[in-house]
């Protein structure tokens, strides 16, 4: 994990882990597969 030090890596970490939860992450909805599957 990295300290995160100005706004732009609040930024960037925040719309990396909004694009995985939405891209990758297994959801239960979904019969525990990722959207992309």
């Not at 706004?7 to 979904?30: C, M, S």
Request: no cysteine.
């Amino acid at each position: 994990m990295h300290e995160i030090t100005d706004g732009f890596q609040v930024k960037r970490v925040i719309k990396d882990w909004i694009n995985f939860y939405n891209t990758e992450r297994p959801h239960t909805a979904l019969d525990k597969r990722s959207p992309d599957d």
